[in-house]
């Protein structure tokens, strides 16, 4: 019998085969220029080919409550270390504000009662992980592209970025922030959301509370968790390692659409 894959298996597959090489430990591979060189023109290459393949409001498969995973793995930081961030979960996130600055006629300071009182989509979802595990959950929350129109977005907008209270290395820079970045395709699709609840609860802290991003088309790592503040730029290279994220910047891929 003819097997029959996806667009979305061939996508994952493309992108697999590059993610496979650089978590293999490649080290003298990775460092070197020419070899970064070929991983950044195979990601333009994911990138538009799955941009030409799909309509840009195509949806991730979605699932019913029947496929929620038992068991969610938390990946990443599952408790910031920062002093702030312990003073705020103490106090139930009632002083936290998301930050909405940058490329916008109207910056924002939103509370998470705030955004709980915005219209909300509830999404049931497959979570790629890099490291080769998916889990299935329930995910509520608010769509980035009404809080980016809220805000009014300025000509020359083109990415927006994710700052994290979680910082993975102490660094006197800042660049062990956690940080992400998508453009405003992703960003303005309709299951791209700030997620404040999970399986029909409160966001927990190991999943990135009090809110996390949910961009259902691309790998886990894209989705950023413990928000602090979104930035609307019209590059990112000059942040930090300038590949638009954390992870990027220590040599995944910037695209990790699947």
Known sequence: MTQRFSRRRILTGLLSGVGVSMLAGCDRLTQSAGFGHVLRQTEKLTMGSQRLLLDRKTLAQEYSTSDLSPVFRANGTQLPDSEEYARLLEEGFVDWRLQVDGLVNRPLSLSLEQLKRLPART?????????????IGQ??????????????????????????????????DGSGRYYESIDLMDAYHPQTILAYGMNGKPLPVAHGA???????????????????????????????????GYWEDRGYEWYAGI
């Not at 999404?123 to 889990?135: L, P």
């Not at 980035?144 to 290395?169: M, S």
């Not at 996390?212 to 930090?240: C, N, P």
């Open 123 to 135: 999404q049931i979802t497959r979570h790629d992980c890099v490291e080769g595990w998916s889990a």
């Open 139 to 172: 995910w509520q929350g608010v769509p980035l592209g009404r809080i980016l129109d809220l805000a009014q977005l300025k000509p020359g907008a083109r990415y927006v970025v994710f700052h994290c209270a979680d910082e993975l290395e102490v660094t006197f």
């Open 210 to 244: 009090p809110l996390r991003l949910r961009v259902e088309r691309q790998l886990g790592y894209k989705h950023a968790k413990y928000l602090m503040r979104i930035e609307v730029v019209s590059a990112f290279d000059t942040l930090w390692g300038g590949r638009g």
